[in-house]
């Protein structure tokens, strides 16, 4: 039995792994899939029957992101995880981590930490849990983390819902909190030929209250997407797949390749305890 990096959704008290189950002190437990991610997703904290991405979302995803598109955002994420939480002993939350790409890449770039990933769909964790082995993995609601206040050295998030009240009560006093957002014109080619007007995307200014602001990176290339099948992976792995009418979408199927922008910004903060 060892000691998990989650909280009791229940009680609050410290959650221990055994071979099946995952239990506190108090006698509340939960048991492990298979694939070895705990849900400790309360049914009250449910907005959705089966809540986050489905079977089809997720593996979308993980075939576009393994063919290697993103794979710039992966290594530039690892690279900020060695600056700020490589050390012996840290502990990593990483928020929304769905299928586990950029989660593993974490867990190689801190090999040392102790690494949690926390999502709300179980068809995302049941992939992550599989190839990610040295991380602990848990269904959850990013706006009620099953995380005590002030263990976490590092806060990432990268594409999830904000909710910066919980990120700031996990931290511990000094801890770092990394979000990554789209830039202005990510994927800007895709939005061409769907829509008659293209339109960027908002970004907001970096300043969130509760945080110092540490830093930003950017990253900005050109892809193409070399096929039809890696091109509708992209859009169903993006919200563009529920907005987008019909006509549009026979646009897509009848398209083989797409030069387009990826743009991303990484936004570096320390948190302000007290504030």
Same mark, same amino acid.
């Given at each position: 039995m060892f000691q998990s990096?989650?909280?009791?959704?229940?009680?609050?008290s410290p959650l221990f792994y055994d071979e099946r189950t995952v239990s506190c002190k108090n006698g509340h437990s !939960?048991?492990?899939?298979? @694939?070895?991610?705990?849900?400790?997703?309360? @049914?009250?904290r449910k907005h959705a029957a089966i809540p986050g991405d489905n079977k089809e979302m997720v593996a979308a995803r993980r075939a576009f992101l393994s063919a290697g598109y993103y794979a710039p955002l992966q290594q530039a994420v690892a690279e900020e995880v060695k600056k700020y939480a490589a050390f012996d002993g840290a502990t990593i939350l990483d928020v929304g981590c769905g &299928?586990?790409?950029?989660?593993? #890449?974490?867990? &190689?770039?801190?090999?040392n930490a102790n690494i949690a990933g926390i999502d709300i769909s179980k068809s995302a964790l049941s992939v992550a849990a599989k190839h990610v082995k040295s991380v602990q993995f848990a269904v959850g609601s990013v706006f009620h983390l099953p995380v005590a206040d002030n263990t976490c050295d590092l806060v990432t998030e990268? =594409?999830? /819902?904000?909710?910066? $009240?919980? +990120?700031? *009560?996990v931290l511990k006093p000094g801890g770092v909190f990394l979000s990554v957002i789209p830039g202005a014109r990510h994927l800007f080619g895709l939005k061409t030929l769907l829509y008659d007007t293209p339109y960027e995307n908002a970004?907001? /200014? =970096? @300043?969130? /209250?509760? =945080?110092? +602001?540490?830093? $930003? *990176? $950017?990253?900005h290339q050109t892809i193409t997407i070399q096929n039809q099948t890696d091109l509708w992976n992209l859009f169903s792995m993006t919200p563009y797949a529920y907005r987008t009418k019909r006509e549009a979408q026979q646009k897509l199927l009848s398209c083989t390749s797409l030069t387009t922008e990826i @743009? !991303?910004?990484?936004? #570096?903060? *320390?948190v302000i305890k007290g504030a």
């Open positions: 990096c989650f909280s009791c959704p229940v009680c609050k !939960f048991d492990r899939a298979k @694939s070895g991610y705990v849900n400790l997703l309360q @049914s009250n &299928e586990g790409y950029y989660t593993k #890449a974490i867990a &190689e770039a801190a090999s990268l =594409f999830a /819902p904000y909710c910066g $009240e919980e +990120f700031a *009560r970004v907001k /200014p =970096f @300043s969130l /209250p509760g =945080f110092t +602001f540490l830093g $930003e *990176r $950017e990253i @743009s !991303f910004w990484i936004l #570096a903060y *320390r």
